[in-house]
């Protein structure tokens, strides 16, 4: 039988054995765990106490979780925000750092070096360096004279949300510049000198060569960065709280609220499902984007 | 040669699947022998060095064993809650009093009223905390430690603003005097100082105000709210005044307490309601002289405390309960309650040791300790999200009037918030 | 020369490239060194500018708990296993993605992206339940799979991404050559991906490292835990009282690994190391 296998059977086969290992892990801890939240959703399930079946109560009673909704308007806008700064930023940036000249290795250095601080712990040190008292994002302008009262950084939504901004721009900008270097630097020189020959502009570069080249890594950037800002919540749990006044309460830091400040686990998973067929959804807009058709 | 190939293939797909399997199988469950039993206990990280304290000095004294596991803070409900879930609670549980009747609701933890009926100093357990632990008339909980807030000022400033540094304020007129008074030294020192973006430490230092002025807040086992009174009106007028005045630290609207203690520390500040916990800091790290009063009700005529800190409770899922109540029992008793409790400068769980040598070695350690016993702990069930949630009800009304520019809508809606989420938790 | 104005134009192009990348740098870096000069400060020092100098913040790591040593070696260890893991799930699945047409590549495909799409917090809950099911709650294996998990949607993305750049003549020269698939992954395509190979480890290890939730929920006992819950452990009042110094030397001590480790793997992909390959 082996024998009429053929060479196409044959190298399915061995597709899916080069795929096995990362599907048994997501079969595993996975796909059975998302089967076991979708369960939880149709549960009365206190966190502490025991479940009982009921049906779809936990999804009927979202459109009238006013918390949740109130978030999606401002994950929505967050989520427009940060991706339009991440992606102007880390295109300034990357130029920097892919840069010919002498201290281009230090300067991408030192704008990957936020990444490598956990998100907690990052966020603490904002939280205190924004502070009017101690902190020394206030401290050294009025030292300075810059400013004359202190800014109270997180006292209005408007400043908390752009606080919030700048501390996840700081803090994880290092990572998209440093996968938008190695897209960048795995271009063929060889297709820049030709084009140089050719005559073609640095512009004409860029259009015809850097940015087709480039296209899987920014389509899979974007879409790290909108799923994950779509999701975005420790920032939110530690520097603002969800404040001032619940105006920076997230999708994910409302689901976590109810799961573990109101402990009704049930309404959690619920949540959760509704935002993972959300979040499906937006990316099935976003996929073909990583397609490599027309390199 | 393809079939060497794809055994090539295969080997790193089953190398996985069996490193999963070996690994899922090598750790089974422990059996328990009859030897010495030991018991886990969890706290959360603040309340760490106060437990490991007992923990340490039983330990070295008997047999069984108690193991604890110090849980970070930030993640203790995360923790108990997914424990809970999971069926995997230690043997004994040290929480916020205030979340409580969240657990006893709920089934989660053992019903020990004839263990605690039959130690010989029931009736001296700090009574609030038995209270919080008590769901249909059974016992769950036990204090474990006890904190209070209370009213400390600075004699330094005091002196320096021209006031009597034995005289510190008796109602709210005073409070605001003084800390006009104390600001008129320096722009930079503050008259009074409070975490107005902190659920937790509003509630722990602002409903004595009203406790004093005989308003009950929260009545019928935490099931009816009552907020929307006059004694509210003053105590958020008060602080708003503060603020307005610009006679507090300018983060005093951002502070969620995670600096809140600091400024008052550092001697900047003149008056603070803070936590009993603050005494150890300023023995430790203060350079100026300080005292401290009760919080009062807004004409002065009565005082009160807000009974906090931490109950220790048996879990329902226990399989060793009696070890575990062993190392309840004697926690509460003399040895651990005077040599080890009071002796570092924490307050007794017991009303009848407040004269114990270490205690009353301080005399504004015995009188913090004094206070406990016309104290109360606010009961609710779901305490935890409408009150220290920094997005619960609590802390959006406390905002809305000290902050904001219609107080009185705030309280309304503050009240009607607050007595929605008592009716969902009652169901 | 000097006067030429294509040298004076270039000169003046290259100072401001300095002054501008030099400013992001300044900006990018000040939080961080403010961090570690303020870690050493006497933790009775309450001004906001550091003027004094002491190691007590150190100390108090040094003395909390199981010491911070213990918490290092168990991070590390989670943090290895993870980064292996990651690794070779990664590099393997990539190849075949890449590479071959499968049934079930499309599903399989896609329910690796929805990894990226699940709230983290609420999916930790199941985890936990399964892990006890097979005897791998309190276990630094059991947490360091779940990290995997989490880590493959980007790995085997970038891996993917990767292979896909490398031209499948070289490999069919391999095959040709008489080296099966593994043969030509090993001895053609790997060497060319490094650059990936070398990002997804970083990033693995990162994202162990730092990781905070995913221990708090599944490890049990003290001597388990791990460098960041020491970090928010460390803490002396309540209602999220911070013992900010201690904080601040605790961020200094869990970030030194992170930045050795970035600048000892830096030069792999971002040295031109790929078209030396192809040439060589």
Redesign the interface.
Known sequence: M?KGMSR?T?????????????????L???????G??VW?SFQD??????PTFNGVDNYTSIPGND?FLNAIGFTLAYTGATTVVMFGVSFI?VA?AN?S?R????????????????????T??????S??????FN?IPLALGIIK??I????TPELAFWTTIALVT?KFIG?QV??L??GL??I??ELYEAARVDGATVLQQLRYITIPFLR??LA?LF??SV??SL?A?DQFLILT??????ST?S??YA???T?????D?GK??A??VV??VA??LI?AVQ?PL?R?KDV | MPRNLLRRAVLPALATTALLLAVSACSGGQTADDGPTTVTLWVASPTEAFSKALVDDYNATHDNQVELTAIPDDGFLQKVGSAAGAKSLPDILVSDVVYMPNYTSQGVLLDITDRIKDLPFADALAPSHIAAGTWDGKEYGVPHKLASSVFFYNKDLFKQAGLDPEKPPANFDEILADARAIHAISPNIAGFDFGGNCGGCSVFTQLPYMWANGEKMLTDQGTKADFDNKTTREVFGLYKSLWDEGLTPSNANTQDGSTWADAFVAGNVGMMAQGSAMVGKLQAKATFDWGVARLMSPDGSGTSTFVGGDSAAITATSKHPDAAWDFLQWSLEDHAQIDIVAKNGDLPDRTDLSDNQYTGADPRTKFIVDGVADGQTPFAVPFGELFNDPNGPWIAMVRGAVFGDNPDAAIKDGQAKIQAGLDEAAG | MANSPITAASATKTTLFHLFSGIAAILFLFPLVWAVLSSFKSPTDTSWFPTSFSLANYQTLVDYGSGVLSYAWNSLFSAVLTVVGTVVICVLAGYGFSRYEFRGKRPLFIVILAILMVPYATLLLPLYILLGNIGMQDSLIGLALVLVMFQLPFGILIMRNAFESVPRELEEAANIDGCGPIGALRHVSLRIVTPGIVTIALFAFLASWNEFLAPLIFLNSGDKFTLPMMLVNVRSGTFGEIDFCALQAGVVVAMIPCLVLYLVLQRYYVSGLLNGALRG
């Open positions: 082996k196409k044959r190298a399915a086969v061995t597709g899916q054995l080069f795929v096995a290992p990362a599907a048994l892990i997501v595993v801890l996975f796909v059975i765990p998302l076991m939240l939880m399930y206190p966190l502490l106490g025991s918390t940036l920097i840069s000249r201290g281009s290795k230090f300067y991408r250095t030192s704008y990957f070096l936020p990444y490598v601080v956990g998100t907690a712990a990052a603490l040190l904002w939280f205190v360096d502070d009017t008292l101690v902190g020394v401290q009262e202190p109270a950084f997180l006292s700081w990572f440093i996968i270097l190695m630097q795995s063929p020189r899987p890594i899979l879409i790290l799923t994950g999701l919540f709280k969800g404040g001032p006044d619940n309460v999708l994910v689901v976590y609220n799961a573990f400040v109101k402990f686990m959690a998973a949540l959760s935002l993972l979040l499906l990316s996929l990583l490599r």
